[in-house]
């Protein structure tokens, strides 16, 4: 199987001039954990969920929320992205981008063609795509069985 099979190709990105306060709304509306950051039709970076939480307020902060918003509204993307991406390409297979995860410690993929994003892989799609259709799960009567050598 390869990540062209399993990947998603309608990819919410976002400017790294994005505030962020506004990531934050598009992550909770989109109700996805990792957005790509593209600027002029590269990409530059990618921001998560777990990255703004981080980037938010600390429950022992003394601020007011109208400084908070104020802050979140005035700190961009691009102060918080990540720019260390780990990208795949469409052909890759399966075992090769899991072996990769393994190897950089991620949990989402940006698949790049032609030096264009093109679409999004994450551990949820190797479960709902790959593992969960294996183990028959919400399929009745289907289930592959490995044995190993007798």
Partial sequence: MLIRDIMTTNVVS?????SLAEARRKINACQIKHLPVVDKEKLVGIVTRRTLDKAGP??????????????LNRLTVKEVMSKDLVTISPDATVEEAVAL???????????IDNNQLIGIVTDSDFFYKVLNPM????????????????
């Fill in 58 to 71: 600390s429950a022992l902060t003394t601020f007011s929320k109208q400084e908070l918003n104020y802050l």
């Fill in 101 to 111: 995860a393994r190897l950089n410690k991620t949990r989402s993929f940006l698949v």
């Fill in 14 to 18: 976002i400017p790294s001039t994005m």
């Fill in 135 to 150: 183990l028959g799960i919400n399929e009745l009567n289907t289930r592959v069985l490995v044995q190993s050598g007798v």
